[in-house]
């Protein structure tokens, strides 16, 4: 594995950030190549945890280089925000160990104030956006008007850019969602010395990735999101508004898919997604909250409640497929500790037929019925489990299904946030 991913293979929130940490002790290289601040990454070292949101998880090692790839929507506010709260805990962040690419585009205030207003003129069909400009700035990519960091930290082409987008989106917030006028002065003063701030931390990352390949450093893409939220192949239009798939990784990061060697695919154990969408499995009952105080699911970016349900074999196999997926990582089998039941879905009746594939239009999918298969439970001696010999019999014939429905292997599994609470049990 000199060049590998690491990503979600549900609808976020599987664990990457602590898969992430946990694999980067092997790597010399971190990569971020989508998605922004909307992501939150927890990871657990000792006694500590660390909430990152933009910053790529193998900044805790302190001898890793990070990467913000030109796939990531950067918020340069947010990202000294994370670079002040990191230090505060003794963490080093410098050009050193962070770089970030010239060709990211930049999250300015409108794209939030758009954010917003965009999603309360949606009404009863919000997306329930984490709210932090993510959706206009990619918008603003795909139109051609986005301000890049190579053009954040050159004034005069900052200028020309920023005066033309306040213009358009002054008339667009006032006139159409009735918002209000944003000064054009207070925000190229702002972003003027944020730019210089960043100026130490901006590079050309497709040369320097490619170059540290070629030259045998091991690298790691840490996904943020998770396949079901894919701008193609999720839930649309209830997903982010990147390409959260392996894909995304050759056109966030400028490298070739001759450049990598594998993808483990994050699985946790149960379902969950965040904001509004379908969700098949979804326990929308006294299980589904008993797996969200015993999970801590609530979300790290926004604070919301996690929609909990029974692990979708359905989606993880669409995962392995749309992924290229080498290997599964499953976290959180220890938070299921204590069901005396476990039911697990291994395909949809949909039309009098029997389908084990994601459909593409939300109509089909609401028509969709699981079908389940149930497990017996196992306890919470599985938290103290290190080698596989170690877990619940029932545990490990819940992970064999895993395998034999998704075609996949399980690599790693995870029973517990901290790092030591982690085996491999397989190629990874
Ligand atoms: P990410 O967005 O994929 O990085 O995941 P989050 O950090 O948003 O949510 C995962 C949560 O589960 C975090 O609080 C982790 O510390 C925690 N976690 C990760 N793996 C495990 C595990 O195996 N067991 C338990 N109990 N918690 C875990
Ligand atoms: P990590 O990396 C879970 C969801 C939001 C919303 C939809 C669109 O921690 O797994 P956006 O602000 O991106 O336009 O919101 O996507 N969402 C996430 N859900 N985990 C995440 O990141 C998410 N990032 C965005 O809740 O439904
Ligand atoms: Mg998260």
Same mark, same amino acid.
């Given at each position: 594995?000199?060049?590998?991913?690491?990503?979600?293979?549900? *609808?976020? %929130?599987?664990?990457?950030?602590?898969?992430? %940490?946990?694999?980067?002790?092997?790597?010399?290289?971190?990569?971020?190549?989508?998605?922004?601040?909307?992501?939150? @990454?927890?990871?657990?070292?000792?006694?500590?945890?660390?909430?990152? @949101?933009?910053?790529?998880?193998?900044?805790?090692?302190?001898?890793?280089?990070?990467?913000?790839?030109n796939g990531v929507v950067l918020d340069p506010k947010a990202l000294f925000g994370e670079i002040d709260y990191l230090q505060g805990l003794g963490v080093e962040v410098t050009p050193k160990n962070l770089i970030v690419s010239d060709r990211a585009q930049v999250i300015m205030p409108y794209h939030k104030v758009l954010d917003a207003l965009k999603e309360k003129a949606r009404g009863k069909n919000?997306?329930?956006?984490?709210?932090?400009?993510?959706?206009?700035?990619?918008? %603003?990519?795909?139109?051609?008007?986005?301000?890049?960091?190579?053009?954040?930290?050159?004034?005069?082409?900052?200028?020309?850019?920023?005066?033309?987008?306040?213009?358009?989106?002054?008339?667009y917030i006032t006139k159409v969602l009735g918002g209000e006028t944003l000064d054009f002065e207070s925000i190229y003063q702002e972003y003027r010395e944020l730019a210089e701030r960043l100026r130490p931390y901006v590079e050309d990352i497709s040369v320097r990735v490619y170059d540290l390949i070629k030259a045998g450093k091991k690298v790691l893409f840490e996904g943020a999101q998770g396949m079901?939220?894919?701008?193609?192949?999720?839930?649309?239009?209830?997903?982010?508004?990147?390409?959260?798939?392996?894909?995304?990784?050759?056109?966030?990061?400028?490298?070739?898919?001759?450049?990598?060697?594998?993808?483990?695919?994050?699985?946790?154990?149960?379902?969950?997604?965040?904001?509004?969408?379908?969700?098949?499995?979804?326990? %929308?009952?006294?299980?589904?909250? *008993?797996?969200?105080?015993?999970? @801590?699911?609530?979300?790290?970016?926004?604070?919301?409640?996690?929609?909990?349900? *029974?692990?979708?074999?359905?989606?993880?196999?669409?995962?392995?497929?749309?992924?290229?997926?080498?290997?599964?990582?499953?976290?959180?089998?220890?938070?299921?500790?204590?069901?005396?039941?476990?039911?697990?879905?291994?395909?949809?009746?949909?039309?009098?037929?029997?389908?084990?594939?994601?459909?593409?239009?939300?109509?089909?999918?609401?028509?969709?019925?699981?079908?389940?298969?149930?497990?017996?439970?196992?306890?919470?001696?599985?938290?103290?489990?290190?080698?596989?010999?170690?877990?619940?019999?029932?545990?490990?014939?819940?992970?064999?299904?895993?395998?034999?429905?998704?075609?996949?292997?399980?690599?790693?599994?995870?029973?517990?946030?901290?790092?030591?609470?982690?085996?491999?049990?397989?190629?990874?």
């Amino acid at each position: 594995m000199s060049s590998f991913i690491v990503l979600g293979a549900q *609808w976020g %929130d599987e664990g990457k950030g602590k898969m992430t %940490d946990y694999l980067a002790e092997g790597a010399d290289v971190v990569v971020r190549f989508q998605g922004g601040n909307n992501a939150g @990454h927890t990871v657990v070292v000792g006694e500590k945890e660390y909430k990152l @949101h933009l910053i790529p998880s193998g900044i805790l090692y302190g001898d890793k280089l990070n990467v913000i790839g030109n796939g990531v929507v950067l918020d340069p506010k947010a990202l000294f925000g994370e670079i002040d709260y990191l230090q505060g805990l003794g963490v080093e962040v410098t050009p050193k160990n962070l770089i970030v690419s010239d060709r990211a585009q930049v999250i300015m205030p409108y794209h939030k104030v758009l954010d917003a207003l965009k999603e309360k003129a949606r009404g009863k069909n919000d997306i329930g956006t984490t709210g932090k400009g993510i959706g206009p700035c990619y918008t %603003d990519k795909a139109e051609r008007s986005g301000i890049r960091v190579c053009d954040l930290i050159n004034p005069t082409v900052f200028r020309e850019k920023l005066e033309a987008n306040i213009e358009a989106k002054n008339q667009y917030i006032t006139k159409v969602l009735g918002g209000e006028t944003l000064d054009f002065e207070s925000i190229y003063q702002e972003y003027r010395e944020l730019a210089e701030r960043l100026r130490p931390y901006v590079e050309d990352i497709s040369v320097r990735v490619y170059d540290l390949i070629k030259a045998g450093k091991k690298v790691l893409f840490e996904g943020a999101q998770g396949m079901l939220l894919d701008i193609d192949y999720g839930t649309y239009p209830y997903v982010t508004s990147s390409n959260t798939i392996a894909g995304g990784v050759c056109t966030g990061a400028g490298i070739g898919p001759t450049m990598i060697n594998s993808a483990i695919g994050i699985a946790k154990a149960y379902t969950t997604r965040v904001g509004k969408g379908p969700f098949p499995t979804e326990l %929308d009952n006294k299980i589904g909250e *008993w797996i969200r105080t015993k999970g @801590h699911e609530y979300g790290v970016t926004t604070g919301r409640s996690r929609r909990c349900g *029974w692990l979708d074999l359905v989606i993880l196999k669409t995962s392995a497929r749309v992924n290229g997926l080498t290997s599964f990582a499953v976290t959180k089998i220890d938070t299921l500790a204590g069901l005396e039941k476990i039911k697990v879905c291994v395909g949809y009746k949909f039309n009098g037929k029997v389908i084990e594939y994601f459909p593409a239009s939300l109509e089909d999918l609401a028509a969709c019925e699981p079908i389940y298969e149930e497990f017996d439970g196992w306890d919470d001696s599985v938290a103290d489990a290190r080698s596989y010999d170690e877990l619940p019999e029932n545990a490990k014939k819940y992970l064999k299904r895993i395998e034999e429905f998704t075609g996949v292997k399980i690599a790693i599994i995870s029973v517990g946030p901290k790092r030591d609470q982690t085996m491999v049990v397989g190629d990874i």
